[in-house]
């Protein structure tokens, strides 16, 4: 498994753990400190996403890029082709 799958993997993980606590609040434990967590990473994945714009422009879907660089930042856009952004 390379870095940024693994990364992909364990990000996805906070981000269906946090949706679960957001629905149950019942289940938070550590007064919602993994709900602030991943609205602070949403918040950098967006500022991410501004700078990586122009490489996602150039690419075949750059929607669904873009999605998945708010969900996972430099774990997508990490092993985007640098080619194509030239």
Aim: aromatic content about 12%; proline content about 3%.
């Amino acid at each position: 498994m390379t870095f940024f799958t693994l990364g992909k993997v364990l990000l996805a993980l906070v981000w269906a753990s946090a949706l679960v606590v957001a629905l149950f609040p019942s289940m938070a434990t550590g007064d919602g400190m993994l709900v602030k967590v991943a609205l602070v990473t949403l918040v950098i994945h967006a500022i991410e996403l501004i700078f990586v714009d122009a490489r996602l422009r150039q690419q075949p879907n750059p929607l669904w890029h873009r999605v998945q660089v708010l969900l996972f930042g430099y774990f997508h856009w990490g092993r985007l082709s640098k080619t194509e952004s030239a």
